[in-house]
């Protein structure tokens, strides 16, 4: 599924670079990760990167806590 339309990228990359160690969670830093670099033009994705890295977050801190 594409997440975003302007620089197209997919819920894979977007995941993959979820799980990169060396992309910080800040929804600016996951956008130039999946795209190499550019910056958002319409901004509609970015509510879905940023419930994106919500879950991933409370997925990591549920794991370390077990
Ligand atoms: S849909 Fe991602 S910037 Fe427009």
Redesign the pocket.
């Known amino acids: 599924m594409y ?5 197209p990228f997919t819920d894979k990359e977007l995941d993959s670079a979820l799980k990169n160690d060396n992309v910080r969670k800040r929804p600016s830093d996951i ?1 130039k990760a999946c795209t190499g670099g550019e910056k ?7 509510c879905e990167i940023r419930d994106r890295i919500c879950a991933h977050n409370e997925e990591t801190f549920l794991l370390a806590a077990e």
């Open positions: 997440i975003c339309m302007c620089n956008y958002p033009c319409c901004g509609t994705c970015i």
